[in-house]
């Protein structure tokens, strides 16, 4: 039995999906019966609890052979001590590239604080960390952004679009995942996730554009100005839809090396051209 935390989201569904068609019994950790409808109609034991909730997950534990937590990475350190009371030593963890970030941030000191929590905690623990993860329509990324290409004539970019970028494809990582938890010489070991090559902002906005065959004014806007912008956007709200932070680190350069994860699990992820293009056809 595998129990998936983060089961609903994005990545998780796409999981369950691959995991309940290969066979496998799966046990999902769901936090309201609104969520039900992105996991399969059968085939996937539910148990309701959130990570608010520590009895609930203990509960969901309960013979359960493997963990595969694609909620975030900073829940180890409560899940670690719930899976040794219960005896389960197998445990994926998703982590994330945002670690590598330049600028210092919460989200990216909670990633490294989860992985350290992990390779102290004695469980045959695998660390997967991928990059921006695209694919379906409810990834948090390349849906905005397309639908953005879409209908705008002039498309404003943060600073000059020469900042590298490498997302990911949900399918891909899937794969990756299932992979790992198949095969036990994973344990102990971490892998970045990324798509083959990096490529700059710019280009991924004319891959998009040109499969919309769209031809939107792509107008640099100078990074300062923007992350000036957005300082001046948080002081007039109190719940800014972004951040000075996030503008900043938007301009860093994102590129991975994935040589481990192809040289150890055949990681073998597909172009940024054919995953879109999969995404805008509705293949996923």
């Given at each position: 039995?595998?129990?998936v935390t983060g089961a609903t989201g994005h990545t998780g569904s796409y999981l369950v999906r691959h995991l309940v068609e290969r ?230 350069d994102k590129a991975f090396d994935i040589e481990l994860a192809q040289k150890e699990i055949g990681f073998n992820p597909r172009s ?13």
């Amino acid at each position: 039995m595998i129990l998936v935390t983060g089961a609903t989201g994005h990545t998780g569904s796409y999981l369950v999906r691959h995991l309940v068609e290969r066979g496998s019994q799966v046990r999902c950790l769901v936090r309201t019966q609104e969520h039900d409808r992105y996991l399969p109609q059968s085939g996937v034991e539910i148990v309701r609890g959130d990570f608010d909730n520590p009895e609930t997950i203990r509960a969901s534990l309960d013979h359960a052979d493997a963990l595969v937590n694609v909620a975030h990475i900073k829940f180890a350190s409560m899940l670690i001590p719930l899976c040794k009371e219960t005896g389960v030593r197998r445990a994926l963890f998703m982590s994330s590239t945002r670690r590598y970030t330049r600028y210092p941030c919460i989200s990216a000191t909670e990633v490294i604080e989860g992985e350290a929590a992990l390779r102290k905690s004695g469980l045959d623990y695998t660390i997967l960390r991928p990059s921006m993860i695209y694919g379906g329509p409810r990834d948090n990324n390349m849906t905005k952004l397309v639908a953005q290409v879409k209908t705008r004539r002039i498309f404003p970019l943060f600073g000059s679009g020469k900042n590298l970028i490498q997302p990911v494809f949900v399918l891909d990582l899937v794969e990756a995942m299932i992979h790992c938890l198949e095969h036990p010489d994973t344990i102990g070991r971490e892998y970045i996730l990324a798509g083959p090559l990096p490529m700059t902002y710019r280009q991924c906005l004319d891959i998009i554009a040109r499969q919309l065959d769209k031809k939107p004014l792509f107008l640099p806007v100078p990074l300062g100005l923007c992350i000036f912008a957005a300082k001046v956007y948080e002081k007039m709200t109190n719940k800014p839809r972004i951040t000075a932070e996030q503008v900043q680190r938007f301009g860093e350069d994102k590129a991975f090396d994935i040589e481990l994860a192809q040289k150890e699990i055949g990681f073998n992820p597909r172009s940024f051209e054919e995953g879109i293009r999969m995404k805008l056809a509705g293949e996923v």
